[in-house]
């Protein structure tokens, strides 16, 4: 059963800001929000993960709203190597990752 | 190079064939899993290992059978696969099976078709 909805696809342009939205508006407590990227025929990639409050590292930000039943994933400045498949999974720190569909993320010149 | 290492990365193989994935992680991780991917699906866990025992199978066919000799390698061994079973089969590595800082470090994949 999906426990969160991400839009299919997005466009962004080199160099801007991509804002990678997620919904989770039945997470429960215990539960943290992991964001992964898939790029083309590789094995997923760790991007950075949170439980309640603002996340940052080298690959990107993470903004949980105070109700956390939503979330983005901010790529400061996109290149095109970013281009990928990008997964928000919300899982209990005992329980395994389960993968949605996510969102196709292309990055354009 | 991520850290987890999976060959062959590619693999043909018909369907009366037996071949093996294999995987291996120096991370010291105690934790790996087996994941399926087919064409345009999300990832399908199938399997689950905790310090070489299988804690977890995920009704997945009998024709796929894993195998965990230690903490740093995962097989998954094919026999008589049917052309549905072509996919990226994916192995990935944790701390621990609750470990909750940096998620999973999956490998590169083996692109399988079964012909």
């Known amino acids: 059963d999906a426990k969160t909805t991400q839009p299919t696809s997005m466009d962004c342009a080199e160099g801007r800001a991509a804002n990678l939205p997620c919904n989770h508006s039945?997470?429960?407590?215990?539960?943290?929000v992991y964001w992964y990227r898939q790029i083309h025929s590789q094995g997923p990639q760790y991007i950075i993960h949170?439980?309640?409050n603002n996340e940052t590292n080298e690959m990107a930000s993470l903004i949980i709203t105070e109700d956390r039943k939503s979330s983005t994933l901010i790529l400061p400045h996109a290149t095109l190597r970013d281009t990928a498949v990008y997964y928000c999974?919300?899982?209990?720190?005992?329980?395994?990752?389960?993968f949605g569909t996510g969102t196709r993320l292309q990055v354009f010149p | 190079e991520t850290g987890v290492t999976q060959t062959p990365r590619h693999l043909v193989m018909g369907m009366t064939n037996k071949k093996s994935l294999k995987c291996e992680q120096h991370l010291g991780h105690n934790a790996m899993y087996w994941y399926k991917q087919s064409a345009k699906k999300p990832l399908e866990l199938m399997f689950v290992y905790s310090l070489e025992e299988r804690v977890e199978n995920n009704s997945v066919p009998s024709r796929f059978s894993p195998e965990c000799p230690n903490s740093s390698h995962l097989f998954l061994h094919l026999h008589t696969l049917q052309p549905e079973d072509s996919a990226l089969y994916l192995c990935?590595?944790?701390?621990?099976?609750?470990?909750?800082?940096?998620?999973?470090?999956f490998g590169s994949g083996t692109r399988l078709t079964v012909v």
């Open positions: 039945t997470i429960s407590g215990n539960e943290y």
């Open positions: 990935a590595s944790s701390q621990d099976l609750n470990s909750n800082n940096y998620g999973y470090t």
């Open positions: 999974i919300v899982r209990p720190y005992t329980d395994k990752l389960i």
């Open positions: 949170g439980l309640k």
